[in-house]
Structures are given as C-alpha cells and as structure tokens.
DNA sequence: GTCTGGCACTCTGAATGCCTGAGTGCTAAA
DNA sequence: TTTAGCACTCAGGCATTCAGAGTGCCAGAC
C-alpha cells in the first residue's frame, strides 16, 4: 500500500499543501492547474488528486469542493516534502534581542515564550523538565517571629525555590550558617532524586548518630523536596489568545477545552515528555498525539541544551494548518538562543 | 428625570432581571405576569416597562423581544434592589478548605484566583499593589563561580524575592552577611520608596564617608530595588477559559481581545487600583470602567486586608449577566479566608 | 384614576425552494 | 499518457414564507 509516490505526485502534494496553508480553502485542480511550474490540465491533476486521496495523503470535505490535506498528508508533507526557510538576519537580530537574562530563569521562559507567541502569532510553550535538575546549594535563614525559617534552594541550572517552614523551636544564625554548610557539604551536585532518597534513608537511622547541625538540616530539607518532588516539571504558556484569531479553530466548544488543557498543564506536559528525549525538532500533527482535544492542532517544538546537555524543550501550538517552514525556522533559532543564554550565564 | 421609581417599579425591575439573569433570554410582560408573588396582568407590566424603558434602565432588543436590563438598570439592581445570597456552612467550609498557605505567598494568591474561577466559573483575579509593601530584610548569598550574587529580599508582607546579580569582585561569605546585617538594621521595616530614595541619596555621599559593609550592600541592593519599581504590581488571573463557556460573549473578535487584556494585564491594573481605596466590595458593571474592552463584563472586587490594614484586592470578572447574589457573597467571603490566612501566617 | 382584555402591528428566526459556481469522475479522443 | 468534454453533485447565497412572541394603544371595567 505504502508504495513510493511518484515524483509528479509529490511536487502536486507539496504544491497543494502549500496553497492550502497559504489560503485556508479547499484546493481544486484548476487552481493547481494555474500554478506556474506545473504544467499539467485540471484533469490530470484530478487523476492523480484521487490516487493521493486513495493513498489517505488528502481528502474532500464534500463532493464539489477541493482537496485538503489530512495529518497523513501533513506528516508527509514536513517530513520529507516541506523546504525550511531560514531567517534572514535581522529576524534571527530581532529575536535575539528579545532574550535578555535578569537573573531569574522564570523570567527567561516567560520572555522566551511570550517571543514565540508573537512572532509566529500562535501559542509559545516553553518547558523546564524538572527531574533532570540537581542540587546545588542551600540556604537557611531565620525569620522574624522566632519559628519560622526562609528555605532557599538553587538548583544546579541557577532556579531559585524559597520556601517558608515551620520549626519547632528557634535557631541561632549561627546554628542555620552550620546546618546549611553541612548539608551543602553533603549533597552539593547531586540530583534530586538522589537527595530525596538519601533523605529518606537518614530517617531510618538513629538521630544521635548524625551530627546535629546536619539533622537539622535533613529535617527542614525534608520538607523541601518532599513538596518539589509533587510539583513536578514547570510550563509556561502564552498568547493562547492568538489562538481565537485563527479561522480554523472556530468551534468555541473545541476552543475552551483546548484553553482548559492548557490551563491544567498536566495533559501538555505528558505530551511535550515525549519530545525531551528527541535530539532534535519535532512536529506532533493533529491527533497523532492521542489527545483529541489535539485535534485540528500541531505543536513544533525543539529541545534546548545548556552545555550539551538538553535541559528542556520548547516551541508554539497552533492550527493543523501553520506555516511550517517559517515557524520551524522561528523555534529552532529560538531553542539554539535560549539555550545560548543559559550557557552563557550558568557557567 | 431621576424621581424614585414606584415600589411596583422597583419589584418589577427587580423580578426582570432576576429573570433575565436565570434565563438569559428577553423577559416579556406574559412571562413575568406569570411569576409568583406579582399578580398583575401582561398589559399593567408593559405599562410599567414603558416608562422602566424611558428611564433607561431596560431596552428591547427588537421591536417583538422582551426586555433586558441596561447598565443602568444593572447599576441599580446591584446597588438597592439585590439580595445578596448568604453561603451555606458547607459552602464557605469548602472555600477554606481550599485556601492553604505553603509559605510562597504568589501561591497562596494562584490558589485564590483559580479557586474564585472554579467556585464562580468565571475568570478569578487576585491583585497585590506593590507600592505599599515595606522591606524586611534582605540576604546576599554567594553563588559558586566567584562574582555572582544571589540576593533575596522579604517583604513585609512575607513575599521572597530573588535575583542574581553580577559583582566586581568575589566576596567572603562572612562579608557578605556583616553586609546584609548593616543593610537589615538600617532599613527594615521602612517602606520601598523610602529605601529607594536612601540609596539614591547614599550614592552622593563620597563612599569613603560609609562603612564598606554598608556601601557594598548599597551597591547590590540599588540594582534590586531600582528593578522593582518598574515590575509593579502583581496581577494573577485564572480559570479565562470559563469566559469561552459564556454564551453572551459569543463574539470571538471580542473574546480575543478580552485574553490579550487579561495577559498584557496593563489596563486591568490600571482599572483595579480604584478598586484598591474602596473600603468594602465594589461592582463594576459593563462598560463603566472606560474600557470598551469590558463592555459586557462586569467586575466583582472586594479588598482584603492584613491586620486591619487593605494589602490587596481580589474577585472576578465575567459577564454583566451574571448571578451577582451568589458571586458577591463568593467574593466577599474568599476576601475574608484569604485575609485571615494572610494574617495568621504572617505576624 | 388604575387596571385589563383585545386587537392590529412588527420583527426575528426557522424552514423552504431556487439558482449559481465550483469542482468532481468518467469517457473518449489525441 | 494526457487532455477535452460532459453530466453530476453539492454548498452557499438569496428571496420567500410562516409561525411565534411581544409590543403599543385603545376602550371598557372596577
């Protein structure tokens, strides 16, 4: 069945994908057939339209209307068809402009997504995947009012976490300078995964055969990870809004649930987890991510690395029917920028 | 033009919106002569809403509809005629439960804004003005790699934040906090503005005149107080995909640019701060506020305060049709849980 | 003076039918 | 293998019709 198109197949497949992203209408062979390059009569366009329809590359929303792509076709399409345009200078200028590091990685993905929603006009996604961070230092520092001490917490990647706890009694400065040297002694560098384990395991032994300074240190730390541990890895989202612009998503209904999956964040995350471990730039097209309120929608995202290493992923979400080869060109330079930033500040 | 309205004016109006608000269609006189309590025939109430409509409190859509309420008629439903619905003990049990406090107080206020939007099923907003914060104490925190800063600063209020600052040169841990002790001791518990202003003037004096502990904080310290200014306050909205369930706001051109003011968050702001002086819940109907974005919507705040003292503003925003009995009570009893949490957490 | 029943009038929205334009599939010829 | 021609189908625009809902006003009842 999945025999190879011929090459005239392809070149009218990429042809008619494209006028259909470029004009949001069904596409019939007579436009086609004024397309300069081709030179083909509507009618033998129409020969080989119904093999591609056969094939399930395209398909009639209803007899007398042209074809559109399906995701198949989509698939097809920037898997193997699609010629990236690439930046030109000052696009790639304008986009690194827009990245300045405040000290506050937050910050960086909000601006980081916030870029890719405007310049694509669609819905940037930004994702920090947590479980691969590892501990780098901790600080504890007492708050006026005798039992309560700030927690802060760096991560090896430069996130900052403050957590406010409660004691049982008051610690000198003295005594939290103490713990908090101890524990960074102890744990500086390891992940967190590690951290918490190890955590665990210095409950089970006796307290008086740990030094105090680093008991008191595991009791507050515990109180730390055990929460970062349910938080789990962090997404931003912006300029949903642009997405009440596109035509295509016109169902309200279709709409608000797709604003609620963004919103809860979790069904995102278990999608964009399959695209951490990808080296490279990844098009999920439609449903093929099992998530039907996916559906009508694609998401471009690509991994960013920090030293080599993939930290996170990022890109937009928008309609099925995107401009694939500049908003792949837009998320690559992104990632590649991003990823830049950091290195550049974290060393 | 303004003589008081009739008591049978009055209740008519009020049964009509109450009408209105439940149904969402047109109330014509045959379906309110029907309602319980006012027995008067279809013809007596097209009288009484012949002079209502002169008043400009109700207006037919169409010469064969039946009324709908103003804003006018809104303003004086909300202001004299409503009667506000109490919550139920399960109700306002529910609502504490929901409100816990982990020490960040950004999400104490997430939680608030998404509970209000859950509760409502509107869009929920919580905002704190920052101008009226105070500092508390600030902490320098020496980050591997030499000559980067971490600095954390409280607020009065009990808020944390975080930047990372480049210095000249490396400091010792132990100069690092003789530099916070001095900076704490002379300025905790004054307001943002008058720190901003003390380091501003300190820069004048000849740095020779000060302690160096003292002027090495001055220098980290201006580069965090000089960025505060400018971020403001803080605005949190959630739950906006509830607005995209609301049938009156069916027009997505305007739905769009209701999201792009929710996320830009500019002219929200700028529309609460009055909201801020008021002393007890304010409802702003329609297109009062001068932003012809809200047309439509209506706003329901109440202020929150911290021992006695106003710190912030909370409530919701969605359609002028909407069931200002229940939402009102909402709003006010989440501005007292989210006061008393504040407060409890915070002495 | 106030309320009510009746009646003519108006307007929306749904249903219906008609028509045109766009596009197809098929067949036969080049 | 490509092309031209032709019959066929269907969506969408337009006008028309029709029922339902509601109004305004007037004249009579209380």
Same mark, same amino acid.
């Given at each position: 069945?999945?025999? #190879? ?25 007579r ?16 020969? %080989?339209?119904?093999d ?21 076709g ?6 193997? +068809? +699609?010629?990236?345009?690439? +930046? ?8 690194g ?7 506050? *990685? ?20 930004v ?6 961070? &590892?501990? /780098? ?6 708050? *006026? !009012?005798?039992? /309560? ?8 990647? $430069?996130?900052?976490? @403050?957590r ?7 610690? &000198? ?5 103490e ?5 960074? =002694? ?11 384990r ?6 089970? =032994? ?10 008191n ?11 970062d =541990?349910?938080? !789990? ?7 949903? #809004? @642009? ?6 998503? $016109?169902?309200?209904?279709?709409? /608000?649930?797709?604003? =609620? ?9 278990h999608?964009?987890?399959? &695209?951490?471990? #990808? ?19 694609? #998401? ?27 908003v ?7 990632? /590649? ?8 500040? %974290?060393?």
């Amino acid at each position: 069945m999945q025999k #190879a198109l011929s090459p005239r197949a392809e070149v009218l497949l990429k042809a008619l994908i494209e006028r259909y992203i470029s004009d949001g209408q069904p596409v019939g062979s007579r436009t086609l057939s004024k397309q300069p390059g081709l030179d083909l009569s509507p009618a033998t366009i129409r020969n %080989v339209m119904a093999d591609l329809e056969e094939l399930g590359f395209i398909r009639s929303p209803h007899t007398s209307a042209g074809r559109v792509p399906t995701p198949l076709g989509y698939r097809l399409f920037v898997d193997s +068809l +699609l010629t990236v345009r690439p +930046l030109d200078s000052a696009e790639i200028y304008r986009l690194g402009d827009e990245l300045s590091f405040d000290g506050d *990685p937050k910050h960086l993905m909000e601006s980081a997504s916030s870029l890719l929603s405007q310049v694509t006009n669609l819905a940037g996604i930004v994702l920090v995947p947590r479980q691969e961070e &590892s501990f /780098r230092q901790i600080e504890f520092l007492s708050l *006026p !009012g005798g039992n /309560r001490v700030l927690v802060i917490l760096v991560t090896h990647s $430069g996130r900052v976490h @403050n957590r406010v706890i409660n004691v049982a009694h008051g610690y &000198s400065a003295a005594e939290l300078v103490e713990a908090a040297n101890c524990f960074n =002694e102890r744990y500086s560098g390891r992940p967190f995964g590690d951290v918490r384990r190890s955590l665990l395991a210095d409950l089970q =032994e006796d307290g008086d055969a740990m030094q105090r300074a680093v008991k008191n240190a595991t009791d507050m730390a515990r109180q730390i990870f055990a929460d970062d =541990e349910s938080s !789990g890895p962090d997404v931003v989202v912006s300029g949903e #809004a @642009n997405l009440l612009k596109v035509p295509d998503l $016109g169902d309200v209904g279709r709409l /608000r649930r797709l604003f =609620e999956t963004f919103s809860t964040k979790r069904d995102l995350l278990h999608l964009l987890d399959q &695209s951490v471990h #990808a080296e490279s730039i990844q098009v999920f097209i439609g449903g093929e991510s099992g998530y039907e309120v996916l559906d009508e929608c694609s #998401a471009v995202m690509a991994p960013y690395q920090v030293d080599g290493r993939i930290v996170g992923t990022l890109g937009v979400i928008g309609p099925t029917r995107m401009a694939y080869d500049h908003v792949i060109s837009i998320v690559d330079v992104t990632a /590649r920028l991003l990823g830049g930033v950091l290195s550049a500040e %974290v060393r």
